[in-house]
């Protein structure tokens, strides 16, 4: 990934829907935030695991949250789960399962091109 360039939105609202269906359908903010760190972490660029010269944290957490909230918006997370719990509806699971779809179906197209 270019270290000059912000991972896009989209790419968070997939991984926090995979992490949440892993988890058996949600978990803590810190949870899914540990998990995309440890097991995404290279997915992210040096621009995203940058702290804002104003010193209120990395990146790509602030990023987390505004992808968290557009899925609240859209009903793909609940609006009404605890602070600090973040749960998946049944339309983010299917909107999970498209994604997934997508994505392997265009791989195995693709497959051999760089």
Not at 45 to 66: A, V
Not at 72 to 83: A, F, N, Q
Not at 91 to 101: C, D, I, N, S, V
Request: aromatic share 8%.
């Amino acid at each position: 990934m270019d270290e000059n360039k912000i991972t896009p939105d989209l790419l968070y609202q997939f991984l926090i829907l995979k992490i949440l269906i892993k988890a058996g359908g949600s978990a803590e903010r810190c949870r899914v935030l540990d998990t995309i760190k440890r097991d995404c972490g290279q997915l992210l660029s040096g621009k995203d695991l940058s702290e804002y010269q104003s010193g209120h944290g990395e990146r790509w957490k602030n990023h987390m949250s505004f992808a968290r909230e557009h899925l609240k918006e859209i009903g793909y997370l609940r609006k009404d789960s605890p602070r600090g719990l973040w749960e998946i509806t049944d339309e983010g699971r299917k909107k999970y399962t498209e994604w997934l779809e997508f994505i392997q179906k265009n791989l195995s197209q693709n497959k051999g091109v760089v």
